[in-house]
T-cell receptor, first 111, second 119 residues
Framework: SQKIEQNSEALNIQEGKTATLTCNYT??????LQWYRQDPGRGPVFLLL?????KEKRKERLKVTFDTTLKQSLFHITASQPADSATYLC??????????FGSGTRLSIRP | GAVVSQHPSRVICKSGTSVKIECRSL??????MFWYRQFPKQSLMLMAT?????????EQGVEKDKFLINHASLTLSTLTVTSAHPEDSSFYIC???????????????FGPGTRLTVL
């Protein structure tokens, strides 16, 4: 069956460290993968998109990797700050512009 | 740019009544919008794809007669929860597809969500 798994439900990181979140998928062949941030009671906010032919994408303190052989994407936040605390969702395209979301990782950055 | 609004942000209604939620793309036209629902500490589950000028496409297990979708213009889609029951209480989120010029990858922009509570 098709699955998208974010294997950490919650992650606690000391401020200043690098947070690394994992997204694995099975039985999909996505053309791209996206990462979103969601704060409590709010809709997701788009952060980064990485295509299947890209290995790495960066945006300020964010870095995403995409390994189509391992069927995995890693999402890194460097120099993490308490304001980075949120739930982070990975999502991939399934068909007809539909995207399917993982269950999310709740990231907490402690001062 | 690429702002999507939802109205209302919160609604409380009695069991058996109908509730309409609006989703608007404020600064771009969206031929396609999506409706999701999200239960606490769970991910977003796609309910239906709303296409301007045509019938919505519903995901398996979603009752089209209960969740009525109308996408009458390029900037507005509505979701009506008919004869709402307590189990319909959830966080409903819409998104609008912003199709990039030149055949690039489409990006969905999400609304802030609507918290529905059915008593």
């Amino acid at each position: 069956s098709q699955k998208i798994e974010q294997n950490s439900e919650a992650l606690n990181i000391q401020e200043g460290k690098t947070a690394t979140l994992t997204c694995n998928y099975t039985n999909y062949s996505p053309a791209y993968l996206q990462w979103y941030r969601q704060d409590p009671g709010r809709g997701p906010v788009f952060l980064l998109l990485i295509r299947e032919n890209e290995k790495e994408k960066r945006k300020e303190r964010l870095k995403v990797t995409f390994d189509t052989t391992l069927k995995q994407s890693l999402f890194h936040i460097t120099a993490s700050q308490p304001a980075d605390s949120a739930t982070y969702l990975c999502a991939l395209d399934s068909s007809a512009s539909k995207i399917i979301f993982g269950s999310g990782t709740r990231l907490s950055i402690r001062p | 740019g690429a702002v999507v609004s939802q109205h209302p942000s919160r609604v409380i209604c009695k069991s058996g009544t109908s509730v309409k939620i609006e989703c608007r793309s404020l600064d771009f036209q969206a031929t396609t919008m999506f409706w999701y629902r999200q239960f606490p500490k769970q991910s977003l589950m796609l309910m239906a794809t709303s296409n301007e000028g045509s019938k919505a496409t519903y995901e398996q297990g979603v009752e089209k007669d209960k969740f009525l979708i109308n996408h009458a213009s390029l900037t507005l889609s509505t979701l009506t929860v008919t004869s709402a029951h307590p189990e319909d209480s959830s966080f409903y989120i819409c998104s609008a597809l912003n199709q990039l010029a030149g055949g690039g990858t489409d990006t969905q922009y999400f609304g802030p969500g609507t918290r529905l509570t059915v008593l």
